[in-house]
C-alpha cells in the first residue's frame, strides 16, 4: 500500500531562515504524481506544486523550491529566506495509479517574526 | 469563477441524523472526491468518482454515500451520524484523475453530539 510520511510533526524558525520540509512516498507504482499543498490558520487547501514521477528536475518558484529524487522516494520541500505569512501546516500527498491521492500527516511550521 | 462550492460551511448534527453535504464545481471537472480532515492528521479518502455516473470508494466509505448523477455535483450523504464522524470535509476536484491539479473546496466543520 502506499504511504506518505512526513516525519517532522513541528518546525519552528526565525524569520529569513532557510527551512526544509521533508516528504517521503512509498509506493509500488512506477508512475505516480506527487503534490504539496499549504493549508493557512483559515483552514483552506493552497495547492503549491505537482510533480511527475518521471521528472526529476528540481523546481524553483520565487522563494519556493522543490528537489524530487525517484531514487529514495523523496520529494522536499524547501522555502528559502522564509517570512511569517509561510506560518502554516504543509502536506505532501500522492496520486496513485488507483486514482487515490494519499497525503501525509502534515507538517506545521511556524515562522517567528 | 466559483471553482469548487462546498455547503454548508459549518453544521451540527445529532447522533443519528442523517445529512448531506453538497459539492459542486464549475470547472466541466471529471473527477470529484471527498476527503475528511481529523485533527493533527492529513486527508483521508471517503468516496471518489471519475465521472457522472462512475463512483467509487476511497479508504474510509463506511457511513457515507455519494453519487453522481451530473458532472457538476458530487454530494455526500452521511446516513446515520455518529460523534466519530466530527471532522473537517473536503470536497475536490480535478480535469481528470491522472494527476492534473487538484482544486479544494473550503470546507465544511461539521460536528456530532
Known amino acids: 500500500a502506499q504511504k506518505v510520511t512526513q516525519a517532522q510533526t513541528e518546525i519552528s524558525v526565525v524569520e529569513k531562515e532557510d527551512v526544509t520540509l521533508d516528504c517521503v512516498y512509498e509506493t509500488r507504482d512506477t508512475t505516480y504524481y506527487l503534490f504539496w499543498y499549504k493549508q493557512p490558520p483559515s483552514g483552506e487547501l493552497v495547492f503549491l506544486i505537482r510533480r511527475n514521477s518521471f521528472d526529476e528536475q528540481n523546481e524553483i518558484s520565487g522563494r519556493y523550491s522543490w528537489n524530487f529524487q525517484k531514487s529514495t522516494s523523496s520529494f522536499n520541500f524547501t522555502i528559502t529566506a522564509s517570512q511569517v505569512v509561510d506560518s502554516a501546516v504543509y502536506f505532501c500527498a500522492g496520486l496513485d495509479s488507483n486514482y487515490q491521492l494519499i497525503w501525509g500527516a502534515g507538517t506545521k511550521l511556524i515562522i517567528k517574526p | 469563477n466559483a471553482g469548487v462550492t462546498q455547503t454548508p460551511k459549518f453544521q451540527v448534527l445529532k447522533t443519528g441524523q442523517s445529512m448531506t453535504l453538497q459539492c459542486a464545481q464549475d470547472m466541466n471537472h471529471e473527477y470529484m472526491s471527498w476527503y475528511r480532515q481529523d485533527?493533527?492528521?492529513?486527508?483521508?479518502?471517503?468516496?471518489?468518482s471519475v465521472g457522472a455516473g462512475i463512483t467509487d470508494q476511497g479508504e474510509v466509505p463506511n457511513g457515507y454515500n455519494v453519487s453522481r448523477s451530473t458532472t457538476e455535483d458530487f454530494p455526500l450523504?452521511?446516513?446515520?451520524?455518529?460523534?466519530?464522524?466530527?471532522?473537517?470535509?473536503?470536497?475536490?476536484?480535478?480535469?481528470?484523475?491522472?494527476?492534473?491539479?487538484?482544486?479544494?473546496?473550503?470546507?465544511?466543520?461539521?460536528?456530532?453530539?
Open chain 2, 77 to 113: 450523504r452521511l446516513l446515520s451520524a455518529a460523534p466519530s464522524q466530527t471532522s473537517v470535509y473536503f470536497c475536490a476536484s480535478s480535469y481528470s484523475a491522472s494527476g492534473n491539479t487538484i482544486y479544494f473546496g473550503e470546507g465544511s466543520w461539521l460536528t456530532v453530539v
Open chain 2, 39 to 48: 485533527p493533527g492528521m492529513g486527508l483521508r479518502l471517503i468516496h471518489y
